[in-house]
C-alpha cells in the first residue's frame, strides 16, 4: 500500500469506478450522461404521476356525489325488504283470516 502513488493516481468515479472523474464530479462523463439522463426520465415519470394524479383528483371529487348514495342504497334497501315481509304477512293473515 503506498498512499503517495494512490494520491497522484487520477481519482475513479465513484459509480462505476471504472474510468477517472471528470475535474470536479464525483463522477465519469459516461456515468454523468447517464443520471442525466435518468434525471430527465424521472422528471418525466414525476410530471406524468402528476398530471395523472391531477386527473385521479379531479375524477375523486366527483366520486362521492356518486358513492354518497351506495351507503344508502343498502340502509333503505332493508327496511324496505322488511316492509315488503310484514306487508305480505299481513295480507296472508288478512287471507287466510277471510278465508279460514
Ligand atoms: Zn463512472
Known amino acids: 500500500m503506498h498512499p503517495l502513488c494512490n494520491a497522484t ?3 475513479h468515479c465513484t459509480r462505476c469506478q ?3 472523474r471528470l475535474p470536479g464530479q464525483r463522477w465519469c462523463r459516461s456515468c454523468l450522461t447517464q443520471s442525466q439522463r435518468e434525471r430527465r426520465a424521472a422528471k ?3 410530471q406524468a404521476a402528476v398530471a395523472s394524479a ?3 383528483q379531479a375524477s375523486e371529487q ?3 356525489r ?3 348514495g351506495d351507503p344508502q342504497a343498502p340502509a333503505t334497501a332493508a ?4 316492509q315488503l ?3 305480505l304477512e299481513n295480507l296472508l293473515r288478512e287471507f287466510q283470516q277471510q278465508h279460514g
Not at 79 to 82: G, I, R, V
Open 54 to 56: 391531477g386527473v385521479t
Open 66 to 68: 356518486v358513492t354518497q
Open 9 to 11: 493516481q487520477p481519482l
Open 62 to 64: 366527483e366520486m362521492p
Open 79 to 82: 327496511p324496505n325488504f322488511k
Open 18 to 20: 471504472n474510468a477517472p
Open 44 to 46: 418525466r415519470a414525476a
Open 85 to 87: 315481509m310484514t306487508q
